[in-house]
């Protein structure tokens, strides 16, 4: 993804390790060696936190990522205070207590009996999209994002799940909701059916469903 925040804060978190941006919530999501440890949303600035952490994002005066008004926020990422954001030492320190954060979160969740380990190169932006891996995502549904341009990994991330789910549904193709659940999954890595409501429904929103 290009935008001009976010290039700003891989320049700033550089020193840490290469962050990369997927598309999601209307913005993009952050990830470190494959950890997704925070996330940029109408311009805010968001990290993953614990019970270690919080504290200081609530004597900063921050909030947790609310992607609907009037419903229940996502208390597990909050707002990085602007003070962090202006400080590019502080930050990385704000930066490695997030991913220290995701990576516990992650290793604490019990393995389904049904998992397969990923390949290694399944975040390879060349993967065709024939080859990666998407539960639930049949030859034809593959097909039909090769026509509207999304060939590889890459371009799924550039484009995003919503908007390849409205391409492939513009060009004449009678998508489920399913693909666009999968699709988000895919660049979250997690299978479709196990996203959260709270993203299903940000989803469903944005694809104007």
């Given at each position: ?12 978190l550089?020193?840490?390790g ?9 913005g993009a999501?952050?990830?470190?060696e494959?950890?997704?440890f925070g996330l940029?949303a ?14 200081e ?5 921050s ?10 926020p ?8 602007d ?10 320190a704000w930066?490695?207590r997030?991913?220290e954060?995701a990576?516990?979160a992650?290793k604490?969740?019990p393995p389904?009996?049904t ?7 399944a975040t390879d932006?060349?993967m065709?999209?024939?080859r990666?891996?998407i539960?639930?995502v049949g030859p ?5 994002m090769r026509?509207?341009?999304v060939?590889t990994?890459g371009d799924?991330e550039?484009?995003?799940s919503?908007a390849?789910f409205r391409a492939?549904r513009?060009?004449g193709?009678r998508?489920?909701?399913?693909l666009?659940?999968?699709?988000e ?9 196990l ?6 429904a940000n ?7």
């Amino acid at each position: 993804m290009t935008d001009p925040h976010l290039d700003e804060l891989r320049e700033a978190l550089a020193p840490a390790g290469a962050v990369r941006a997927r598309a999601m919530f209307g913005g993009a999501g952050l990830y470190l060696e494959d950890v997704f440890f925070g996330l940029v949303a109408d311009g805010e600035l968001y990290f993953r936190v614990d019970d270690a952490s919080r504290p200081e994002y609530e004597a900063a005066g921050s909030a947790p990522f609310q992607p609907f008004q009037g419903k229940a926020p996502m208390g597990t990422y909050w707002r990085v205070p602007d003070r962090v954001q202006s400080e590019p030492r502080e930050l990385r320190a704000w930066t490695r207590r997030a991913l220290e954060a995701a990576r516990a979160a992650r290793k604490s969740k019990p393995p389904r009996a049904t998992s397969r380990r990923a390949p290694k190169d399944a975040t390879d932006p060349t993967m065709s999209i024939l080859r990666m891996r998407i539960p639930n995502v049949g030859p034809a549904a593959r097909r039909w994002m090769r026509e509207v341009g999304v060939a590889t990994r890459g371009d799924l991330e550039r484009r995003g799940s919503v908007a390849t789910f409205r391409a492939v549904r513009a060009n004449g193709r009678r998508a489920s909701v399913n693909l666009l659940y999968a699709l988000e999954g895919a660049l979250l890595g997690l299978r479709g059916d196990l996203l959260p409501e709270v993203v299903r429904a940000n989803l469903r929103e944005r694809a104007g469903l």
